[in-house]
């Protein structure tokens, strides 16, 4: 095709042929991402077509800015990173190559899609990840044209490209300017392996304690382990660095694992670390992976949350919310871990954890919890939860005494007396099924702190309590209305039927409970037998 025959001047021609140009070079990019979605190697041979392309542009003297500049420039940015070429093709287009509506966002059947200027900043920035003997030009480049993007950036396309820059930056050695833009993705991504490692990497140099924690929060988030075996390695490194040998085979002898069962060769990385003279395989003496995680990852929680501390907790097991009067179609409730930890002052409060894959964890089994707070916000987050080994069970629960007021039936839950504050509350599920109305029970309480209501658990048969409730042996005083007295506590009529209508002398179990219509307390009997 003779592009250069044309004449400079012919405005015509010269439009013409910019819109062949990319009509070529955007069926080489689609046989291209095709290529990689099949995770295939790209065909050299389309890469070289496209740079003849380019080459053919470039020499046709285009409009710039222009509208087929532009379309060429997003299907190059499609495969950027694979293309050698790419920071010299954007140096040479420049930021004056773009038009004013290639620096916003668009907006498409309800959907809003990054701006060209965000695609081409992060396509040269993933070029630095897969072209690592990058030179210090180039590097600056990216950054230049990735700060200029980022300084109008939002939402999502700003997080992003945050996250490509973390990563430019650790590359460049600007470990602090780094780490201040990863601290965004980190708080955004908390539960996401990926960001984790990467910290781990930014602070490998600076602070080591610190990447330490942030290598072994990533190995706690959920994952597959052939996606965590990189972080293995990098942990071992980092803990040969320290010297922490033993530690450091363990590692290594995780990684080896996983390389076996995918089928993977060692590489040269890990082969480095096995030829070590200290490497041991079978890491005698090493700590629990899971344990050394837990022991040392709360440190890292400090780079999502201004207030990071570790609670004693009580596992609660699964709540189940309420399910909204209206759903979508499909909803279904999900179920939330919940547990129990104590204020300063001993008082016991449920805490709902976030939704999580199933805990391994009997119901009150101590545990450490590690709860994340921003300044400012009331809310707390639970972002870890480990096994506590010193701890016992059920010993984060204030510790309660009552008597059985109801017993459970097909329609509603058993309900509890408690001594001591006179509030009655429901039990759906006593682990003790023969208990009875009137039967003195022990168990642990906990607060919930959106409306101060107390919950049981634990429900033990226990002795009768002696505040709040006495056992009261006289006479079955009947009243026309069909209500009764024993002494001087209140016997409903359905108690009272509850009994033969010639027995007078009997035994009742009485509760100093809150009266149902006045703000006063009064003495009601919840249990009544003839007396022998």
């Not at 991504?189 to 290598?215: S, T």
């Amino acid at each position: 095709m003779a592009i250069l025959a044309a004449d400079p001047a012919d405005f015509k021609t010269k439009s013409e042929y910019e819109w062949v140009i990319y009509e070529y070079i955007k069926r080489i990019v689609a046989n291209v991402t095709a290529t990689l979605d099949k995770s295939q190697p790209i065909d050299s041979r389309d890469v070289d077509e496209m740079m003849d392309w380019m080459r053919k542009y470039y020499r046709l003297q285009p409009r710039i800015p222009g509208m087929a500049c532009s379309n060429i420039l997003d299907q190059i940015a499609k495969v950027g990173p694979y293309l050698p070429k790419f920071p010299d093709m954007i140096r040479w287009v420049g930021f004056d190559g773009l038009r004013s509506e290639d620096w916003k966002s668009n907006e498409y059947q309800g959907k809003t899609y990054p701006s060209l200027a965000m695609n081409i900043a992060r396509a040269l920035c993933k070029w630095t990840k897969a072209h690592p003997d990058a030179d210090n030009r180039q590097m600056g480049m990216v950054l230049e044209w990735a700060e200029r993007v980022r300084a109008a950036a939002t939402g999502d396309d700003e997080l992003w490209l945050n996250w490509d820059l973390a990563i430019l930056l650790r590359k460049m050695g600007d470990f602090q300017h780094g780490a201040e833009l990863l601290s965004s993705v980190i708080k955004a991504k908390r539960n996401e392996h990926w960001v984790w490692a990467e910290a781990g990497r930014l602070y490998k140099a600076e602070q080591p304690e610190l990447a330490l924690a942030c290598f072994c929060r990533a190995l706690e988030c959920p994952a597959e382990s052939k996606f965590l075996v990189r972080v293995h390695r990098e942990l071992a490194e980092l803990l040969a660095q320290q010297e922490d040998y033993v530690q450091a085979g363990l590692e290594i002898a995780i990684t080896v694992e996983i390389h076996q069962k995918e089928g993977w060769s060692i590489g040269r990385e890990l082969e480095a670390l096995i030829t070590r003279p200290w490497y041991d395989p079978s890491a005698e003496g090493a700590e629990d992976a899971k344990s050394f995680y837990a022991k040392h990852s709360s440190a890292a929680l400090a780079l999502c949350f201004d207030i990071v501390e570790t609670k004693a907790a009580s596992y609660l097991g699964l709540l189940v919310p309420h399910t909204p009067e209206e759903t979508r179609p499909g909803w279904k409730p999900k179920p939330l871990q919940r547990f129990a930890i104590k204020d300063a002052k001993g008082r016991a409060w449920s805490l709902v954890g976030p939704g999580r894959k199933k805990l391994n964890f009997e119901v009150g089994s101590p545990l450490s919890v590690v709860i994340g707070r921003q300044n400012g916000e009331d809310g707390e987050t639970i972002v870890h939860v480990a096994v506590r080994q010193s701890g016992k069970r059920w010993d984060c629960l204030e510790q309660g005494m009552g008597v059985v007021v109801r017993e459970a039936t097909d329609g509603k839950p058993a309900k509890l007396f408690i001594a001591g504050t006179g509030d009655e509350i429901g039990v759906n599920d006593p682990a003790d099924k023969s208990l009875r109305a009137g039967d003195g029970v022990r168990f642990g309480l906990a607060r919930n702190p959106k409306n101060d209501r107390l919950d049981a658990f634990n429900v033990e048969r226990g002795e009768l309590p002696d505040k709040d409730v006495k056992l009261v042996h006289g006479q079955l005083r009947r009243n026309p209305r069909g209500y009764a007295f024993v002494d001087d506590a209140f016997v409903a009529p359905a108690l009272v039927d509850s009994v033969d209508g010639t027995i007078e002398d009997v035994v009742a179990v009485a509760v100093y409970g809150k009266h149902p219509k006045e703000d006063k307390r009064t003495w009601r009997v919840i249990s009544l037998t003839a007396a022998v």
